[in-house]
């Protein structure tokens, strides 16, 4: 193990695993790597998976890590679980409406509502 931190930190409520981000922008590639890595091993570890990504600390989102969400998106669709996104500044959410990424996922204002809809 790395002394660096985690880019997210994962916690389960009501069988929901909820995942804040650490970084306020999501731009390098690197990073972006491993946030779908440490997603892709929390999907790959359940059946029946239930994830709300939270991004209330995220202002920046790079065109990479909108495809490493939609990434994310198939392999919890292969587990037949549901994938929702809460907290997207307006800035973001703007660029889910360009790329018509906002069909593709169940956008959510708060994380509470997107919780009360699993």
Not at 44 to 62: I, R, T
Not at 83 to 109: A, C, H, M, W
């Amino acid at each position: 193990m790395t002394d660096e931190k985690p880019h997210v930190s994962v916690k389960n409520s009501g069988g929901v695993n909820i995942v804040e981000f650490a970084d306020r922008k999501i731009l390098e590639e690197l990073s972006i790597s491993e946030i779908g890595k440490e997603l892709s091993r929390v999907v790959a570890g359940m059946d029946d998976v239930k994830m709300l990504l939270s991004f209330k600390n995220v202002e920046h989102l790079s065109s990479a890590a909108l495809g490493m969400l939609i990434t994310l998106n198939k392999h919890v669709a292969e587990k037949k679980g549901k994938l929702k996104l809460s907290d997207i500044t307006p800035q973001i959410y703007e660029v889910f409406k360009i790329t018509r990424l906002n069909k593709l996922f169940s956008v959510y204002g708060t994380a509470k509502e997107a919780l009360a809809d699993f």
